[in-house]
């Protein structure tokens, strides 16, 4: 192995913006290292870094060489935290001279425990076609030096011939989806097939690309609608808002094997009532950040931010509808922060269950936290906060293992169905296994504190989220 290599500048000053922000910056809490097999040609690297409250705080895509300002392997990058037992996920990917993402690696704890090693997984993305839009750019050939202007018109120009495409959103502006039904991903626009995915994401290094639409439309990114709907499909990065209904919608049997990550999806199911004679939205209604119905499987959801869905305007009702997540039919939903929607946080329902929600943080959302009529996997999910019910299952063939349920109005935890593990204190119902010794609980950072009874307390094993 050849020596080390100093962090650019730019990248250190943003690394040192996150420590701020998240142990005592006396020591790296973290250090990655980039090592792929000399074997791979790798002409950028993208590194990423979101903190406790999935804020992206480092952003960067750098050239891979030996001048100034470049990167060389094997490639360190030092992470440091301010303030006790916090919480980071941090991305590393790797670029071929194509500009596709072509190795991946995520890493997340809380700062100060040793960072587990890379594994660079093959993304499958080689020899991708790639676009990249910016609301300033015109009708150039949708490079990086000449993007183009219009997402939607960006969707169904780059011919498949079978291999991957990937399109790169530039960050920080607005991105509207003019066409009547949303930013619509559908069969010949914006859908992939196994082997060859298609992705929509951030431009790496930019920030966050913001998707909107011209008029309220029931959904803003939408895999739509049944058989047309799009599938093998990454939606990667985006802030996503101003649904009347929902933020993303996957609607049909053909919206399967699709992934949204890294979004932030926020303010949707809005009150749109045109006049006083319409009628007021309705608990119950469906309304959802993201929902996934009609048959749609096997899709996932991770890291996103799933917040303040059921947005109330002049007039509106004291109560609108509105849950963080509604899934069924094989969906995993791992690593999302669920906060402050105006009913349940995770609804599962219809179809054949066989769900898996796993370390997500579903807090201070109105009524229940996790609720499931259907056959659920419940593991290592930190649910606090909430108006009603903590955990509710109604299936007996569905499972609970090590969840931390704390301080939930109604009952902590309520399933006919195997329990493990789990730790509840300070619900509705009285029981306790001790104070679990939470963050920042308020304000949903329920990253445990090093002294708390939790960590480790199930055979070694530590129940939550975080």
Known sequence: MGPRRRVSPSLAFSLLAFSLALV???RPDVELTVDPPASLAVSRVGLRVWDTEMRLVADHWLEVGEAEGQVAFPWTVPLRAAGEARWYVAEIELYDADLCPVRRAVVSGRSG?????????????????????????????????????????????ITRDGRPEVVYLRGEVDHVARAAGGLVLEAGRGSGEAGAPFILRAWPGTGTPRVRTSAPEDGVVRFCCNV?????????GLDIAGGARFGVELNGEQARDNVVRHCVIHDNGLDVRAGPDDLPQQRGRRDAAIIAFNDATDNVFEHNVLRDTGVRGPGSPAELPGVGARVGNGATLRDNLIVGNSEEGVQVSGGVGDVTIERNVVCDNAAGGIIADRGARVRHNTVAANGGTGIALED?????????????????LSAPGQGDGDWLHGNGDGRSDGDPQLSDLPSCVVTLRPGSPVL????GDTPGAR
């Open 24 to 26: 005592s910056c006396a």
């Open 396 to 412: 007996a063939a569905s499972r609970t293992t090590n969840n931390l349920v704390v301080s939930n109005g109604g009952v902590g």
């Open 113 to 157: 425990d040793p960072a587990p090693p890379l594994e660079l997984v093959d993304t499958g993305m080689a020899g991708c076609a790639a676009a990249f839009v910016d609301p300033s750019g015109g009708p150039g050939g949708c490079t990086e030096e000449s993007p183009c202007a219009d997402v939607d018109g960006t969707l169904g120009q």
């Open 456 to 459: 480790g307390a199930r055979g």
């Open 228 to 236: 047309g709907a799009g599938h093998h499909v990454i939606v990667d």
